[in-house]
């Protein structure tokens, strides 16, 4: 980064990976409640995967900026801000549009309430891998689901930082996991990461593997982002009055409303996005989450997983390794 332009990744059409742009664009300077953030690392999430390809649930206004979660150390500030300074290191929080504020770059202004310390005892990779994936995993599962020890969690697609994350914290309150992934070829390292089961969805039946490591009664709550004709076996594999956790739509196919299984087992099926916590007007969900995510963070109980790192000028190559979904953890491009 020069003294007066960054290179930011922009798009100025949706597609493949081949659309995303690295560009030579002016510093912006903060407003009075912004903060500038020299970039150091940022993660990347399924949502932007989608934002580029034009299936997101909004659409990029062009040219477009992209990106959720970044770390690095402010080095601008705006006349209101008194809790940060420059110098500070600092990660984002997800809450804000990637079209106007996406993080892929050298350089990001955004708006002080989507920013937030981070544990020093964490590298600027791992700082940038914990406000989306946890937020996401506690909202559903300790906020809206309630886990406790006594209970049974199924989390989906569990080799994604999310899911990793979901067993972290799903382990953090004593409850039992039981992971999904599509072969074998993750099985060991889900276990690793604190599964206590998992079932390969292409070589078993999940409800009926569900019900078996249940004792036939189901799992207390789902935590799925496939959606999909899945979702059926999903509400076969829940227990009498469980919850299902819709947070994604990995399956691109229409996903069918279970009604009979419903109905007979007095299900709920939610949909949610972790911007219920951070864009809640009074705070208080987001300042519950980040307590909980931060003190996790301090004690191990949560750590970040980092599947790979790519520089800047990889920015395509990182995104086409996240579509190829063969990483565990989180895909995170250094700057």
Do not use: C
Not at 64 to 71: K, Q, T, V
Request: proline residues 5%; aromatic residues 6%.
């Amino acid at each position: 980064m020069t003294k007066n332009t960054a290179q930011i990744v922009r798009f100025h059409e949706t597609g493949s990976s081949s659309v995303l742009k690295i560009e030579s664009l002016p510093l912006t300077e903060p407003g009075p409640d912004e903060v500038r953030i020299k970039v150091e690392a940022f993660g990347l999430n399924r949502a932007e995967i989608m934002f580029r390809s034009g299936a997101y649930l909004v659409a990029p206004t062009f040219p477009s900026r992209i990106g959720y979660e970044a770390s690095g150390t402010i080095d601008s500030i705006g006349s209101n801000i008194t809790d940060l300074q420059i110098g500070d290191r600092v990660s984002t929080i997800p809450a804000l549009s990637m079209s106007e504020y996406g993080v892929y770059g050298e350089s990001v202004t955004l708006d002080a309430s989507a920013i937030s310390k981070y544990p020093a005892k964490l590298s600027p990779v791992e700082g940038t891998a914990i406000w989306m994936q946890y937020i996401t995993a506690y909202g559903a599962l300790i906020d809206i689901g309630k886990l406790t020890a006594n209970q049974t969690v199924m989390i989906t697609a569990a080799s994604s930082s999310v899911g990793i994350a979901a067993i972290q914290i799903a382990k953090s309150v004593g409850a039992k996991v039981i992971a999904t992934t599509r072969g074998a070829s993750k099985v060991q390292s889900l276990t690793d990461a604190g599964a206590d089961h998992v079932i390969q969805t292409e070589n078993e039946t999940l409800s009926e593997k569900a019900l078996s490591l249940t004792n036939d009664q189901g799992v207390d709550l789902v935590f799925d982002p496939i959606g999909g004709p899945m979702l059926e076996e999903l509400a076969l594999a829940t227990k009498q009055q469980g919850l299902i956790i819709e947070y994604g739509a990995l399956d691109e196919r229409p996903t069918p409303y279970p009604l009979f299984t419903a109905l007979g087992k007095g299900l709920k099926i939610q949909g949610y996005t972790l911007f219920e916590i951070t864009q809640d007007p009074d705070r208080d969900r987001l300042n519950k989450a980040k307590k909980f995510i931060f003190e996790g963070l301090e004690s191990g109980k949560l750590k970040p997983v980092i599947d790979r790192t790519f520089p800047l000028e990889q920015i395509k190559e990182a995104h086409d390794h996240l579509e190829s979904n063969e990483q565990i953890g989180k895909i995170v491009v250094t700057v």
